[in-house]
């Protein structure tokens, strides 16, 4: 499936929508259909910093738990705290009701790191991960 335009990817199947310095995040269509049902999902609280390509939560499927990296660094400035009660937005809409935080960038030029839709659609054919 053809990844959204407009967003940008990590390598580790999360992706960021930029608007001014601050990103929305979230992981891919990919990430999520690999998993199964996603049945919690940890967020970063807001107010911590976060490093690009830390390890900052994790996505607990009924098939694995897997570790969240922000494909972005900086601070926390809100959580989908709807994910807390429905975390099977994440699998419903992975793009849109499904995302996981919002982040002020501390340096904008994080984007050139991460990949565009057509880079990241040809990473997860080559690799298939």
């Known amino acids: 499936m053809p ?8 390598k580790e199947h999360e992706w960021a ?8 995040v979230g992981i891919t269509d990919y990430a999520q259909n690999s998993l199964g049902d996603i049945v919690y999902v940890e967020l970063p609280r807001v107010g911590s910093a976060v490093a690009q390509f830390a390890s900052i939560g994790v996505v ?9 990296f922000s494909p972005v660094g900086g601070e926390v400035v809100e959580d989908n705290a709807t994910l807390e009660a429905d975390p099977a937005a994440v699998n419903r ?19 050139g790191l991460l990949m565009s839709a057509a880079d990241y659609d040809a990473m997860v054919a080559a690799t298939g991960t």
């Not at 929508?17 to 929305?24: L, M, Q, R, S, W």
């Not at 607990?60 to 969240?68: C, F, G, H, R, T």
């Open 93 to 111: 809409d992975p793009y849109g009701a499904g995302w996981l935080y919002k982040v002020k960038v501390s340096d904008l030029a994080q984007r």
């Open 17 to 24: 929508k930029f608007d001014g310095d601050v990103a929305t």
């Open 3 to 10: 990844q959204p335009e407009g967003l940008l990817y990590s």
């Open 60 to 68: 607990e499927s009924v098939k694995a738990v897997s570790d969240l």
